[in-house]
């Protein structure tokens, strides 16, 4: 049916009024026409003065009609607005960040199917970013001034790319910008240029004029052949992985050398799953002298991937893309099972055992409350359950200071020992060292290095053992690997070290840990001991 012309278009009244305003209208003849009809049939016929009255009748009930009518539809008018602009608000809720009023991974989805679906000559690209160090800005700051930041950051962007483009929030310091109509991939990057550029170039100031440097990291992906929105997006998560990998505030373009590099993850990512499942995971032992006596008073439990076609891999092979998939929770639970085992066996077998076993922990691993439950599930009773140390870098320390002091807090509470690894590398090191909540510090390899070659080596590695022995913390040198570092760290005091000079990571414990000589109670290694006098 039309709609009357008064009326507001697609408004809720306008059923009302196109069913009920032509019937007021016309019912005053109608009733005037039955009216004659009676009076035709009972009085013979109508007289003037009876039709008259009929009409006025039929008029007066006409208006009424029309008036209640009229009245019933604005009110439908009224509630139809409200139950539009509800919906549309939901609608909007659904599909924006409530944050910055930027569309949400769910809108930028849909608009990138359709733009893929609709593109002619003109090329599409999807720039994916986030900040660098964003998590630091929450931990120093506060949340309250990372909300500043996020929603300064989605102004700048809406300001740097074309009108025409989409700009989206995925969460957190993620974000996104669709670009369509294209000239070439060279457009694109000057795009991302403009969007690095607009971020980096000016701090950003928040409460009593303080002020943050903020860096993006930019990934780009160019849809060419394919129209597949969630392979295009991976893609630009690739691009922007190596952005950061080249050294952030910058943006990288996919191309396919990083393709190649995808599905050659994404291999692995299936085998590192089938790893975990079918026992391919390995543990290399490295043995940790005391440096007093030279007696082995533990070992350092390295993680290998005995692959069925590449062979035997490293840590930095496959640790970074487990940590990246979420594999290395299931993986750095197997690796505390194991180490809860050989404890347990040692104290079972050597009397008066004292030997530890030192496990890395993740930064995902710290994060997941997991952890404790994987510490706590397989824990051996007695001293065996008092001689695992975790060892937790310091950069992962300092970057997520509140998360991670919690759970080093509740392992110690458990009875693990908790060290540093990489010491004297992170941001106010000695700083920090009187809060953590620590047994033991791990000079960083890097200083040990230039001992007996670096006076500022020497003179760093001295203060992080004054200070360690005047908090009662001990201090474990790693990356020993000549005479003239091993005689500067006796000289300085240092309690213990590792490395190739004392023993290189083993798969098999008894190369590295004399344990016939410790069941008959004769000692350390004669090998070990030699090297350390």
């Not at 608000?89 to 930027?102: F, M, V, Y």
């Amino acid at each position: 049916m039309s709609r009357w012309p008064w009326s507001a278009r697609h408004s809720a009244g306008d059923d009302v009024r196109t069913r009920v305003v032509p019937w007021a209208v016309v019912s005053p003849l109608v009733v005037v026409g039955v009216v004659a009809l009676v009076q035709v049939l009972f009085d013979g016929g109508p007289t003037l003065q009876g039709l008259l009255s009929a009409l006025a009748g039929g008029l007066v009930a006409a208006l009424l009609l029309l008036v209640l009518a009229l009245q019933s539809a604005v009110r439908l008018d009224v509630e139809g607005r409200h139950q539009q602009e509800a919906l549309d608000a939901a609608l909007r809720q659904a599909l924006h960040d409530p944050l910055t009023d930027l569309g949400n991974r769910q809108l930028f989805t849909d608009r990138l199917q359709h733009a893929l679906a609709r593109r002619s000559s003109g090329a599409c690209a999807v720039l994916y970013l986030d900040l660098d160090g964003f998590k630091g800005v929450n931990d120093t700051h506060g949340h309250a001034v990372g909300d500043i930041v996020l929603v300064e950051v989605s102004n700048r962007l809406r300001a740097a790319v074309r009108p025409e483009d989409t700009v989206a929030r995925f969460g957190g310091d993620e974000f996104a910008v669709l670009c369509e109509d294209l000239a070439d991939e060279l457009n694109a990057s000057r795009i991302a240029e403009r969007v690095v550029n607009s971020i980096a170039d000016r701090p950003i100031e928040f409460g009593g004029g303080r002020r943050l440097v903020i860096t993006p990291s930019v990934g780009i992906a160019l849809a060419r052949d394919e129209a597949d929105a969630s392979k295009l997006l991976r893609r630009a998560d690739a691009a922007l992985y190596r952005a950061k990998e080249g050294g952030k505030a910058r943006s990288e373009l996919f191309d396919e050398r990083m393709q190649a590099q995808a599905v050659d993850t994404l291999q692995t990512e299936v085998d590192l799953a089938l790893a975990v499942a079918e026992g391919q995971l390995r543990l290399h032992y490295q043995p940790i002298v005391d440096l007093r006596d030279g007696h082995v008073q533990g070992v350092e439990a390295l993680l290998r991937w005995q692959h069925p076609r590449r062979g035997l891999l490293q840590p930095a092979d496959f640790v970074p893309l487990a940590e990246r998939s979420g594999l290395i929770v299931d993986i750095g639970k197997w690796v505390i099972d194991e180490a809860w085992k050989t404890l347990e066996h040692w104290y079972s077998t050597i009397e008066d055992c004292r030997l530890t076993v030192a496990v890395n922990v993740s930064r995902r691993q710290l994060a997941n409350a997991e952890l404790l439950d994987a510490v706590a599930s397989s824990q051996p009773t007695g001293p065996a359950g008092n001689a695992l140390l975790v060892e937790v870098s310091e950069e992962l320390l300092v970057a997520d200071a509140n998360a991670g002091f919690s759970t080093l807090h509740a392992l110690r509470m458990m009875g693990v020992r908790v060290a540093v690894d990489d010491f004297g590398a992170g941001v106010s090191s000695l700083a920090h060292l009187q809060t953590m909540p620590i047994d033991h510090v791990k000079v960083d390899r890097h200083f040990v290095a230039g001992l007996g070659r670096h006076r500022q080596d020497e003179a760093v590695v001295a203060g992080i053992i004054g200070m360690a022995k005047n908090m009662g913390v001990g201090v474990v040198a790693e990356g020993v690997e000549s005479s003239d570092q091993l005689e500067a760290l006796k000289r300085l005091g240092c309690d213990s070290a590792q490395g190739f000079l004392l023993g290189r990571p083993s798969p098999d414990v008894r190369d590295v840990v004399d344990l016939p000589a410790l069941e008959a109670r004769q000692g350390a290694a004669p090998a070990v001991r030699e090297a350390v006098r």
